[in-house]
Structures are given as structure tokens and as C-alpha cells.
């Protein structure tokens, strides 16, 4: 069965908006391990509008599964990976002005700063994510640049109204899926998935792990934390 890692990014969000103390995301995160996910995710945007270095810190000694720590390519964000030793660090494009992330990393271009970070979270034994959009060349550039895992962008899947472009980006992902489990990468996919959509990826078996944040914190507000996490994982089992 693929897993579920749980983003906690929306509870500090609610918390900035006030720069008070609560709602906790690190409470957030032991209360949906209770709940059944197998890993907590985190974005530790430059700007720093939702999750906070201590947040990091806190997660990273109290949470029991797996911390996978999205961030982008900034010196200081590479400081604080290596410093906190997160057991998976996803990599991924990052705007001030977007609201969130946009798509996958372009990879059709040399990076080779993109090159040093993935080198140097190697050389702490950090396993490495790209976040990239499903294409063929975007699996094949990761593979080339060791990336241990691939995170699949499914926005565009999860935007799609129309039946056959629903289709069209499923198949985008299945074949990406499969070209990065042949070439011996892990899979994980996020972005936009949801309890009405989430269901159709989960038939594509060479996905192992979803990351979810947006629409678990939305119905955690309604049921709480646990079940919304809960009700998610009876999906994908499903």
C-alpha cells in the first residue's frame, strides 16, 4: 500500500497570521502520526510565511515516522537541512510570489547549484527528492543528477475538469511513474490531491507515497486532525 505523509505547512500558516503560538504544526504532526500517516512533511519557504526553523527542530526530535523537508536551493535553507539531518529532502522550485508551488523544477537546463546541494545532502547519507513535473525528460534529467526519489507534481491532474484531460495527465503520471521505478528511483507524488481525486493515482502501484497537506489541514478545521488524516488513508487504501 502506498503512504501517506501528512504536510503540516496550513497549521503554522493560521498561526503566522496572528504571530501567536498556536495552532502548533508540531502538535499537528504527532496528532496525525496518531492517525496513521507515515511521514510528516515540511516547507521551509526563504520567506518564511508558515514554517519556522524551530518548527524543524521540534519535528525533527519528536516525530516518530519520516520528516521529508521541502525546500529550495538558498544557502541558508541548505544550512539548516544539514544541521537537521531530515531523513528525505525534497527539492523544489520556490517564488516569493507564488502562493504555492507552481510546478516541477525545470531540469532541461544546467543547474550546477542544483548539482552542489544534491552532493552535499549526499554526503551527510540524505536521501534526496526532486520535485519535478511527469515528463520522460524530467525523469531521465533526475536520474542522471542521483536523485534517490522523484516527487511527481499532479496540479495539472488535479485542475483537469474535463474527463479526457483528466485521462491524459494520468497517463502522464503512470508513464512517469513507471520510467522512474525502472530506472531504480523511488516515486512520491503531491500537489492538489484531495478526497475527490485521489483515488485514480492510487492505481498507479509504482507510486509509494502521497504527500498531502492543503486538503487534510481544510477538513482536519471540520473533524479534527486524526480522523481527516484517517479518512485519507482510507482512500488510498481503497
Known amino acids: 500500500m502506498p503512504r501517506l505523509s501528512v504536510n503540516v505547512d496550513h497549521i503554522a500558516t493560521l498561526r503566522e497570521a496572528r504571530k501567536s ?10 496528532l496525525a502520526e496518531l492517525g496513521g500517516a507515515e511521514g510528516i512533511t515540511v516547507h521551509l519557504r526563504e520567506d518564511r510565511r508558515h514554517i519556522q526553523k524551530r518548527d524543524l ?6 516525530i516518530k515516522t519520516k520528516l521529508d523537508l521541502e525546500m529550495g ?10 544541521k537537521i539531518r531530515p531523513q528525505l529532502v525534497t527539492l523544489v522550485p520556490e517564488k516569493r510570489e507564488e502562493i504555492t508551488t ?3 523544477l525545470d531540469l532541461s537546463k544546467s543547474n550546477p547549484r542544483l548539482e552542489e546541494v544534491i552532493s552535499l545532502l549526499h554526503e551527510e547519507k540524505i536521501l ?15 536520474h542522471k543528477l542521483k536523485a534517490d526519489f522523484v516527487e ?3 496540479g495539472l491532474y488535479a485542475e483537469a475538469k474535463d474527463p479526457l484531460e483528466v485521462s ?8 512517469a511513474a513507471i520510467l522512474a521505478k525502472k530506472l531504480g528511483m523511488g516515486v512520491n507524488a503531491g500537489h492538489g490531491l484531495n478526497y475527490q481525486n485521489v483515488e485514480k493515482v492510487c492505481l498507479i502501484r509504482e507510486i509509494e ?11 482536519a478545521c471540520l473533524v479534527g486532525i486524526r480522523e481527516a488524516v484517517q479518512e485519507m488513508i482510507r482512500l488510498i487504501n481503497k
Open 152 to 154: 511527481l507534481h499532479t
Open 21 to 30: 503560538k498556536e495552532p502548533d504544526p508540531v502538535a499537528a504532526a504527532l
Open 73 to 82: 536551493l538558498s544557502e541558508g535553507a541548505v544550512k539548516t537541512a544539514l
Open 102 to 104: 507552481e510546478g516541477g
Open 57 to 62: 527542530e521540534l519535528l525533527r526530535e519528536v
Open 168 to 175: 491524459r495527465e494520468i497517463e502522464k503520471i503512470a508513464g
Open 209 to 219: 507515497e502521497f504527500s498531502i497537506g492543503h486538503s487534510i489541514i481544510a477538513r
Open 128 to 142: 534526496v527528492s526532486l520535485f519535478i513535473n511527469p515528463t520522460p525528460n524530467s525523469v531521465k534529467k533526475a
